[in-house]
C-alpha cells in the first residue's frame, strides 16, 4: 500500500453508488454531503481517503479517483447496524442536534462502534506517511483522533465535527461520554462549524477530565489541544460555472414551464432527516393556503426529499409520514393537474440542482438543527442574476455567516408562515440588496479558505510545510 502526507478519514468513500459505464469510480455527491465539500479540494490534492464503501463483507478492490487514493474499510450487517444504524445515528446523531428525537442508548451498539473506529485508526496508520497531517471527519469517528495517536504518535492529527456539538446538559447523558470526548481530544486541532461548540468542549473538557481548557486550547495527557471554528463552506466557482451553462439554464425555463408560469416558485431540498424541519414546513405551507395567502395556481411549492439511511425504522417512518402529509395537502388544496406540492423523493444530479436553484423565487432552508446546511449556499451561488430570496433557519449553522436571508425560527410555525409572505411579498431592491451581500460574503468564504483555514491552523508550527500540498501552504 502507499503512503500519503495527506490523509482524509470518513465513513464513507466519496463513491457513486453505481459504476460509470465504463467502469471506473464517480464522485459521490449529494446535497450538503461531505464528499460534494471536499471535492474541489481533493480534485487537485495527492492524498488517501479512508472509508466504507458501501455494502457489507470484503472491502473491494478500487482504482484511485484522479490523485486521490482510496483506502475502503470493510464493513459486517451487524457492524452496519451497530456502528453506523445503531450508535452513529440512533444514538449520536439526535444527541448532537439538540435531541429533537430521542436518542436511544443500547450498550451493545457502544462495543461495534469503537470496533469499528478501531479498524478506521488502523487502516489510517497503515497508508499515512512518516510524520503525515490525518484529516479524521465527523461524529462516526469520533474515537479515531486517540486511537491513531497511539498507534502513530508521530502523526498531525486533526478532527472536525460537521454537525453541531450540543450542550454541556445534553452531552452527559450519553453513558460513554468520557471516553468519546477523550477520543476527539485525541486530535491536535479540533475543528467545529461554530465557536460555541468550542466552548461546549472546553466546558465538558473541566468537568469530567478535570483538566485546564478554554474556548482555543485544552491541555490534556501534558499536550495542548487546540479548538476552534472553521466553518465549512461550497465550490462557489463550481456552482457559478453551473448555473451559467446553457443547458442549465434552458433547463431552468423548462422547469419553470412544466410547473405551470407560476408567478412565486419556493423551493426546499433536503435529505430526508426529521432534523431538516420538513414537517414543520409542510405545516406552515398548508395553513397558508387554508387561510387563503397562497393561492395554487399563482403559487407552486417543490419539496426534494433526498432519499436517507432508509435502513433505520425511524426514517421510514418520517418518509411515510411525509408523504402521506403531502398527499393529504394537494388532495384538499390542488387541482386537476395543478398540485400544491410537487415532492420528489429521489437524488439530483448537481446541474439539475443547479436549475431548480435559478427556477425558485424564494428558497426554504429550515431545519431545526443543522451543522451549516449547505445547500443554503449553493442557492447563493446559483443566483448569477442577484435574484431570489433565501428563508434561513436561526438554528443553521450557515445563518451566522448568510445575515441577510430572511432568518427564522423553524420551530414557531406562525413565525414561519409569517416569514415565508415576507420573503414571497419583498420588492425587488431588497431582494437584490441582501443577494449581493451574501454572494460578496461567499466569493471570500469558499471550500478552498475553508481548506487553507483549517489545515493551515493544523500545521501552525510549519513542521509539514514541504509534505503537506501546496493549498495548505497558501497564505
Known sequence: MRQSSLVVIANRL???DSAAPDGACEWRRSPGGLASALHAILEQTPATWVGWAGGVGPAPALPDLGSLRLRPVALTEEELRGYYEGFA???LWPLYHDAVQQPVFDRGWWETYRTVNRRFAEAAAEVAEPGAAVWVQDYHLQLVPAMLREL???LLIGFFLHVPFPPPELYM????????LRGMLGADLVGFQREQAAHNVAQLAKKLLQVEA???AITIDGRTVRTGAFPVSIDVAEMRALATRPDVVTHSRQLRHDLGQPKRVLLSVDRLDWTKGIEHRLTAYSELLRDGFVKVRDTVMVQVAVPSRERVESYRGLRDRIEGEVGRIN????????????????????????ALYQTADVMVVTPLR???NLVAKEFVAAREDGTGALVLSEFAGAAAELEQAFLVNPHDVDGLKQTLLRAMEADSADLTARMTAMRRHLAGHDIMAWARDYLTALDHTGRLAERLPPLARRR
Open 14 to 16: 466519496p463513491l457513486d
Open 89 to 91: 445515528n440512533s444514538t
Open 152 to 154: 502513530r504518535p508521530d
Open 173 to 180: 447523558q450519553l453513558p460513554r461520554r468520557v471516553e468519546l
Open 214 to 216: 478554554t474556548d482555543r
Open 331 to 354: 388532495g384538499e388544496f390542488g387541482r386537476v393537474g395543478e398540485p400544491a406540492i410537487h415532492y420528489l423523493n429521489q437524488p439530483f444530479a448537481r446541474a439539475q440542482l443547479a
Open 370 to 372: 443543522d451543522g451549516m
